[in-house]
């Protein structure tokens, strides 16, 4: 980048702020959570959504449909919506609306018919609320507080690897989102655009594991950490770069992209790879990044020169071309939006979420989710992969590529780096999404201090409150009276059941639990006979199981009027 903050052109920059202005609503219409139960077909879905939305009217308000697909995170201008999109531009333009203007107009039955007919898969959708984020206004929402919170961590230097990095303001910052079902949100200096550099590299290596398959990429490239700096002048034991992610495998996978093609060509390729991973949304190259890069690179070099000792390459490389190649790839352009899309589409199994093209093999993409995992941060891969626990990129610019398998791709973006090259604040937004969803690889499925996005807030509260009962059931079987207690205190009702219609007192009685079965019955007023699916009470758990102490004490138990609850 140079020195000045470089700014997208002006549709490009309205682009991102479509995207940026979801994630600044603080309240989720209740037209958002509209499923429409009543669609049983894939052709009533203009009619019911033209009766919903027009309220039973002969004329329907086009900005209230847009209103509706903005909640959910999909930008008026997706792809999915393309025609949907330029039909309503025209029928603006023939009420004498000019195409830009932002005043609401409304149609009739049968414009808006033709208007979604050739989308209508993606509206139906959109409209059944069939999206992998289901509230996806209230994810956004949380992402931004982390957004905002993660502004306050003291920021480090830009990089001072080349002039054009080391001017940029350290204190740019911003994040972006695109979940596999293409719902997009942006947050701060989203529409800077930034040099990928190190964020090339996994695209690179998924790329020529697509093109040529994974044996004969791995013929030149290892795939272990290598415990040293992205630029540290070794191989492994095979004589081969450590892994694709560092300096030496980025170089060395560079060679093996298209190596029959022109230059000029072979740039185009990558470049066009690039554009179809981040759906069309913005890609661009920074020629004075480039030239500074090829101009002050004595150690990337020195790092070519010795490999080419260790004949890490294939015979007949042009070592100062591929060098060069290697720098323009680190040098092209992008926004932490479009960044964004492409690691959705790694989230998406290489099938672009915007555009459904296949980009990448499902097996290019999980080998390079699991090099992302292991040595996506260079010296920091092991902390991050502990504390984190996904699978990311970062790149000298100040970039982050961050992935969750099957759900969403971030990018965050913040120039100043610490003397590892990684951002400093984008390491700890990171962390703050892995606090609050359940986003760490090894989160327990049940985890209840986290959310899961993909699950709306009723079912998050169905499956915390089925997990409490189970928990409750077996800290009574077990007498761990600290269990019961904390249930007791959280309000819980004492007689809630599982599945077998068995209750806490039923499993305290079973397995002679005295000190339990006294506190349900006298502390927290639960039912002295409640009956399983079996018409079984505890009494006759008891005497099932031979709890002579037990039994005594529930046919010798008399229920006092004015019970209370003394924990």
Known sequence: MSGKTVKLPDEVVAKQKKVGRLGRL??????????????TKPTDVDDVLFDYLSEKTDLMSVQKFWNVISCTGVLEDDPRLKDTYHKLIGAKQRLGLHHDSEADFKIDRD?????????????GKVFKN?????????????????????????????????????????????VSLCTIDGQRASFGDSDVPFTMQGLGKPLNYAVAVTELGPKRVHEFVGQEPSGRGTAALSVDKNRQPHNPMINSGGIVV??????????????????????????????GFNNPAYLAAK????????????????????????????????????????????????????????????TGEVCLSNEAVRNTLSLMYS??????SGQFAFTVGLPAKSGRSGGIMIVVPNVVGFCVYSPGIDDMGISERGVEFCRGIERVFNFHNYDPDDSSLKIDPTKTKSKRLNKA??????????????????????????????????????????????EGQLQIVKMLLEQCNASIDPKDRWD????????????????????????????????
Request: charged share 25%; with cysteine.
């Open 111 to 123: 414009t808006f018919k033709d208007s979604v007919h050739d989308n209508i898969y993606m509206v």
């Open 465 to 510: 409150s089925a997990d409490c009962v189970v928990a409750l059931l077996f800290g009574a079987a077990l007498g761990d009276i600290k269990v019961v207690r904390k249930y007791v205190l959280s309000g819980m009702d004492m007689n809630r059941a599982d599945y077998d219609g068995r209750t806490a007192l039923h499993l305290a009685a079973a």
């Open 26 to 39: 603080k309240r989720v219409d209740s037209m958002c959570s509209l499923v429409l139960s009543e669609i």
């Open 130 to 174: 069939e999206l992998v984020v289901q509230e996806f206004n209230d994810f956004a929402v949380k992402v931004e507080d982390i957004f905002e919170e993660t502004k306050d961590v003291p920021v480090g230097t830009s990089c001072t690897d080349y002039p054009q990095l080391a001017r940029v303001d350290p204190n740019l910052f911003a």
């Open 254 to 283: 560079t060679t093996l992209l298209k190596p029959k093609l022109e230059w000029a060509d072979r740039f185009d390729f990558i470049f066009g790879k690039y554009k179809s991973l981040a759906g069309g949304d913005y890609v």
């Open 295 to 354: 101009g002050k690179s004595d150690r990337n070099f020195a790092l070519a020169y010795y490999m080419r000792e260790n004949k890490c390459f294939t015979p007949g490389v042009n070592l100062l071309k591929e060098l060069e190649f290697f720098f323009q790839l680190s040098s092209v352009d992008v926004t932490t939006a479009s960044m964004s899309v492409m690691a959705a589409t790694l989230a998406n199994g290489g099938i672009c979420p915007i």
């Open 536 to 567: 079984q009470t505890p009494l006759d758990d008891a005497q099932k199981h031979n709890q002579l102490e037990v039994v005594s004490y529930l046919k010798n138990y008399k229920p006092k009027q004015d019970s209370v609850r003394r924990l």
């Open 375 to 380: 040595c996506g941060l260079y010296d920091h």
